[in-house]
């Protein structure tokens, strides 16, 4: 059996982020591979997803349902069915929930599941499961980020954990910081190399003599 336990940061608000995953066409268009089918009468639909697994890539097929709580933006997803050759059988099951960002106009996803393999090429998945989750993850962040996106508004990379989507936002400020400080330090220098570059007074020739009279004197002594 495999957990499935993620958080994703999201820069926009929780309505428009819950606008996004509580649609099946969304949310398959942010996943590579992924194909919608069909939609039956008690309102689940059909879908296809291909996952490469090292070398090998799997194409399983699966009946899904869908039950949304709208006023929670909390959803459930169940589905089962089977690879391309019938040789693997799986069933799923996850909750997916859509809060509050610490930063105002920001939001988190969160997602719990667990997927259950039988047959042939249960063992295979399990082991290169990690891996295959972590990519996926990352690419459904990205793209998810982006479908929020107002048109023209800039694009911020997906970044694990729920402070993500603060950092992001924290970013143009600490460059700034980081500019003014090294015009700070040009300035100190260029000022140091104008004082080590301005002429010395001279030396007159009378303190001069002085200073020669006077050890002079010292070394008769």
Not at 42 to 47: P, Q, R, V
Not at 48 to 57: A, E, S, Y
Not at 65 to 74: N, Q, R
């Amino acid at each position: 059996m495999l957990s499935i336990t993620e958080e994703i940061a999201v820069p926009h608000p929780p309505q428009r982020v819950w606008e996004v995953v509580s649609s099946p066409q969304d949310v398959v268009s942010c996943i590579g591979g992924a194909e919608l089918g069909p939609s039956h009468d008690d309102g689940s639909f059909d879908g296809t997803l291909v996952v490469r697994f090292g070398g090998i890539r799997v194409k399983f097929g699966a009946r899904v349902s869908l039950d949304l709580d709208e006023p929670g933006h909390e959803g459930r997803l169940s589905a089962r069915g089977k690879d391309g050759q019938g040789a693997t059988r799986f069933g799923a099951h996850a909750t997916f929930r859509v809060v509050a960002g610490e930063s105002p106009g920001t939001s988190v996803v969160s997602v719990d599941g667990e997927v259950q393999l039988n047959g042939k090429l249960a063992k295979l998945i399990e082991s290169g499961a990690g891996a295959v989750i972590s990519r996926m993850t990352k690419e459904f962040s990205e793209q998810l980020i982006r479908k929020c996106a107002p048109p023209g508004e800039p694009v911020t990379r997906a970044a694990a954990g729920p402070h993500a989507a603060q950092t992001a936002r924290q970013a143009p400020g600490q460059a700034s910081a980081r500019r003014a400080g090294l015009l700070a330090r040009l300035r100190a220098w260029w000022s140091g190399r104008r004082s080590r570059r301005q002429p010395q007074p001279p030396v007159h020739a009378g303190s001069a003599n002085t200073s020669g009279e006077a050890l002079g004197r010292g070394g008769r002594r």
